[in-house]
């Protein structure tokens, strides 16, 4: 199967789950709380069926591995799987805020090649294949050419960066930021802001999408020592998250690495 047949698959599948999210939100949603209190409602529930009927049914010798469906160990020992989150940013979600997305990768020996992120309230499509660059709705993208944190524009906790136990006080930078961690990503990837970063651990599919955007656009992104990241591993984990411009990588690097969160 080519990289632009499986493409070409999730991308559909992407639209076809952002209208019916969009839809279920006009509907009215039910809410709940998973085990340690993050919201999911049944949108999450039905979108993630669709995906994995739809891409399932097209790809049946791939594995699975969603952030709404139970964890199956065999996804180890399946040659490609497809790696999702039905709704990333389920906060914005709800609150009728745009910045949530439908991520989408295919992955092969721990590395993505090829994945959308989808941001359906906003019709924004950021895609990639291993080799061939990344795009927003058909047009290449690529990141900032920052070269300076003060004043750079940072997406991640402010409370974060105004801690007093830094080393050295952050410079004054624009920050904000998005509850799908997908989206923080691509917005680095695209170069509307310069970089994200957090310092707690992200899930597999949080990250595997976007991660193919960012490094195909030409983004720097792994965990805060530099590392780059491996996904459909028995925990589907990462601890932490730097993406940013290649100017920028260094400077945090040196700001950030002396940490060690929790695994």
């Not at 709940?32 to 409602?41: F, N």
């Not at 941001?119 to 990141?143: C, R, S």
């Not at 007093?164 to 917005?187: D, G, H, K, L």
């Amino acid at each position: 199967m080519t990289l632009q047949a499986d493409l070409d698959l999730i991308r559909g599948a992407a639209v076809e789950a952002g209208k019916l999210a969009l839809q279920a939100r006009a509907d009215g949603l039910k809410i709940w709380s998973k085990e340690g209190g993050s919201p999911v409602t049944d949108a999450d529930i039905a979108v993630d069926s669709l995906l994995k009927l739809r891409l399932l049914t097209a790809r049946p010798n791939y594995g699975w591995l969603s952030e709404e469906t139970v964890d199956d160990p065999i996804r180890m020992t399946i040659p490609r799987l497809f790696l999702v989150d039905p709704i990333d940013g389920t906060a914005a979600y709800l609150k009728g805020k745009p910045w949530f997305t439908v991520c989408i990768a295919v992955v092969q020996n721990g590395q993505p090649t090829c994945a959308v992120v989808y941001a359906p309230e906003l019709d924004e499509m950021y895609e990639a294949t291993v080799g061939g660059g990344a795009f927003l709705n058909g047009k290449p993208i690529m990141p900032s050419n920052a070269s300076s944190l003060e004043g750079c524009a940072m997406l991640g906790d402010a409370r974060m960066f105004a801690d007093p136990r830094w080393p050295a006080p952050w410079p004054p930078m624009r920050i904000e930021s998005r509850n799908s961690i997908a989206y923080r990503v691509v917005q680095v990837a695209c170069g509307d802001f310069d970089a994200a970063l957090a310092l707690t651990p992200k899930n597999d599919w949080d990250l595997a999408a976007a991660d193919l955007i960012a490094r195909e656009a030409g983004a720097c992104i792994g965990d805060h020592h530099g590392r780059p990241f491996t996904y459909n591993r028995p925990a589907p984990m990462q601890r932490s998250l730097l993406c940013s411009a290649p100017g920028l990588h260094e400077l945090i690097l040196q700001r950030v690495s002396h940490i060690d969160p929790p695994a």
